[in-house]
């Protein structure tokens, strides 16, 4: 089965994107429709006297399609199985301190007394819808998105709120600026937007994730 893994330390991931994943509220991520690499051709120059090098970012298809069953992971690449970490940090539990505590969870009361430890694997949820988006920003620093279907077709301002709500943003401004942080849209960039429901679950309004709980767990998961 197919893994999602997310992965955020800035201020808005952990505010607001962490705790919806806990808490089930997201249902929505939106990846880069890019590859990351950029590859070089030759191309003729117009005067078709010499070549050029030049660069251009290739498309990706879609990593799901509808219908598709996968599991949502913390830091799915980057930490061993059977993992567990601190909710208000993001980060692995065994650091900085001997008890093999991260301070928010060694020392809640002097740091966050609502912090929690969490396992790796987050749950398991079915893909609803798959769809396509360009995020720009003008010169003027205004945001602005389109849905990429047979034709072009801006957001209406209750779009943009709610692919923001999906997602676990607060409001669609800090969505865009925290995308514009990471990707900078003075490049107009293209998205995939995947939505779930939770595995097994045969309500489509009702927009969760199911939880898995790992074979070796001695403690509830929130
Ligand atoms: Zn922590």
């Not at 509220?25 to 939106?30: V, Y």
């Not at 740091?111 to 003008?138: C, D, Q, S, Y």
Request: hydrophobic share 35%; glycine share 6%.
């Amino acid at each position: 089965m197919k893994v999602l893994s997310f992965a955020g330390y800035d201020e808005i991931y952990l505010k607001y994107i962490l705790p919806a994943l806990l808490n089930k509220t997201k249902t929505q991520t939106i990846r880069p429709a890019w590859n990351d690499a950029v590859k070089h051709k030759w191309s003729l120059t117009r005067d078709n006297c010499a070549y050029e090098k030049i660069k251009y970012v290739s498309g990706k298809p879609p990593r799901f399609q509808v219908g598709e069953t996968f599991i949502l992971e913390w830091k799915s690449r980057s930490s061993p199985r059977g993992s567990w970490f601190c909710s208000n940090c993001g980060m692995l539990e065994k650091i900085r301190n001997p008890s093999g505590k991260c301070d928010h969870l060694y020392f809640p009361e002097n740091t966050n007394p609502t912090a929690f430890k969490f396992p790796k694997i987050l749950g398991m949820a079915t893909i609803t819808e798959v769809l396509k988006m360009e995020m720009r920003k003008t010169p003027h620093g205004k945001f602005f998105g389109l849905w990429l279907r047979d034709g072009d077709i801006y957001l209406t301002t209750e779009e943009y709120e709610e692919l923001a709500k999906k997602d676990g943003f607060p409001d669609a401004e800090t969505m865009f600026k925290w995308f514009d942080n990471k990707y900078d849209l003075s490049v107009p960039r293209m998205f995939w937007v995947y939505r779930w429901k939770g595995a097994g679950d045969e309500s489509p309004s009702h927009g969760n994730f199911t939880t898995i709980i790992p074979k070796s767990m001695t403690e509830t998961f929130i």
